[in-house]
């Protein structure tokens, strides 16, 4: 397979991540650089590891994934968000932003990437090679969510406390764009 094709195809399955890292930029409280390595990572190992597990699920899998991976990721995304719309409606102006848990940056990890493990899923039906996809998805992955996060984290000093209401718009938006895409496009 060549390289400029995987290229292209991680940045297609890292823009989702790209949008959760400018969500999380914008709503987190003091995001330190510890915190944006932990996000970054996080969602660039899932959509790493993810198609290498659809490589090694291979073709039975497909069409069962297939049938819910926009459902799944529609739900998280929208629960997401939805709490995260709450929070920035009720809590005053002095109480802090948005904090990630580990258990909502998991949700988001898992969500962005379920389309990768249908990606696996392809390269092993196509009987292409998997270390150097599951290489370069990670990276691009790594790389568009560490410039999120600093696009976020720039927009969210613009934005106050509005920021955590736009950012659960916005994994709202994205699980919606997941879910018309898987229901109408393909």
Do not use: C
Not at 5 to 33: E, P, R
Not at 74 to 100: A, C, P, R
Not at 142 to 168: E, H, M, N, W
């Amino acid at each position: 397979m060549e390289t400029i094709s995987i290229i292209l195809i991680a940045i297609g399955l890292s823009m989702d991540s790209f949008a959760v890292s400018v969500t999380n930029g914008l709503t987190i409280t003091d995001l330190t650089t510890r915190k944006i390595l932990t996000i970054s990572f996080s969602l660039a190992i899932f959509q790493g590891l993810m198609p290498l597990l659809g490589w090694f699920a291979g073709i039975g899998v497909e069409k069962y994934i297939q049938e819910i991976d926009h459902w799944v990721a529609f739900v998280l995304l929208g629960i997401i968000g939805i709490k995260m719309i709450y929070e920035g409606l009720t809590k005053s102006e002095d109480s802090k932003m948005y904090e990630l848990s580990p258990i909502t940056l998991l949700a988001q990890s898992i969500s962005t990437s379920i389309d990768a493990f249908v990606v696996g899923i392809s390269f092993a039906l196509l009987g292409w090679p998997i270390i150097k996809p599951v290489l370069i998805i990670g990276v691009t992955t790594l790389i568009f969510s560490l410039i999120g996060l600093q696009v976020g984290q720039y927009l969210g000093r613009k934005a106050g406390k509005s920021a955590t209401i736009i950012g659960g718009l916005v994994l709202i938006g994205i699980g919606t764009k997941i879910l018309i895409e898987h229901l109408y496009f393909q």
